[in-house]
T-cell receptor, first 114, second 110 residues
């Protein structure tokens, strides 16, 4: 299993540009999550999904959108990039079937908005 | 979910046990204690979790006090690769969000 994969690894955006951060998991997990981590801080939840077709807001959803059309994929969309969105973005997944709810994280996408 | 308190940093000698404390005095009866760690620039990694009994796996042991108001993560023989930020998180097992605080930055020294 590859686990949770994220692309791209790095990206520089200009203010006002848009982009999609990709996340894929091959563990058949029903739950998926997007977090952001600012320098020296803990992770904050942006959005999460409990299954295909279902998404919900986390702690810091403003400026982002998500969709979950398949179990495997959970892309995060930034429509109008702002400097405040400069951060490291982590995608994660977990399963309610196997119990434990431990989350498995991807390697992250480092985004700079200038 | 209950709030947790951890020391901001700790040092440990290589080969010795690392004992990382966590205070969660407002924990409720159906909340679990989870531990994750984040090695520099990588995604967080699940370590262990428990409800009230002590737990052990191949990575670590988790000791939870009888009143469940605090816990200790034990890395029995710390190596340099265990240098990381360790997060203690309390949450309902039926819940689906992890709330990350500041964590403890563990430095394992030769």
């Amino acid at each position: 299993n590859a686990g949770v994969t994220q692309t791209p690894k790095f990206r520089i955006l200009k203010i006002g540009q848009s982009m999609t951060l990709q996340c894929t998991q091959d563990m058949n997990h029903n739950y998926m999550y997007w977090y952001r981590q600012d320098p020296g801080m803990g992770l904050k939840l942006i959005y999460y999904s409990v299954g295909a077709g279902i998404t919900d807001k986390g702690e810091v959803p403003n400026g982002y959108n998500v969709s979950r059309s398949t179990t495997e994929d959970f892309p995060l969309r930034l429509e109008l990039a702002a400097p405040s969105q400069t951060s490291v973005y982590f995608c994660a997944s977990s399963s309610t079937v196997t119990g434990g709810h431990e989350q498995y994280f991807g390697p992250g996408t480092r985004l700079t908005v200038t | 979910d209950a709030k947790t308190t951890q020391p901001p940093s700790m040092d440990c000698a290589e080969g010795r046990a690392a004992n990382l404390p966590c205070n969660h005095s407002t924990i409720s009866g159906n909340e679990y204690v989870y531990w994750y760690r984040q090695i520099h620039s990588q995604g967080p990694q699940y370590i262990i979790h428990g409800l009230k009994n002590n737990e052990t796996n191949e990575m670590a042991s988790l000791i939870i006090t009888e009143d469940r108001k605090s816990s200790t993560l034990i890395l029995p023989h710390a190596t340099l690769r265990d240098t990381a930020v360790y997060y203690c998180i309390v949450r309902h097992n039926a819940g689906n969000m992890l709330t990350f605080g500041g964590g403890t930055r563990l430095m394992v020294k030769p």
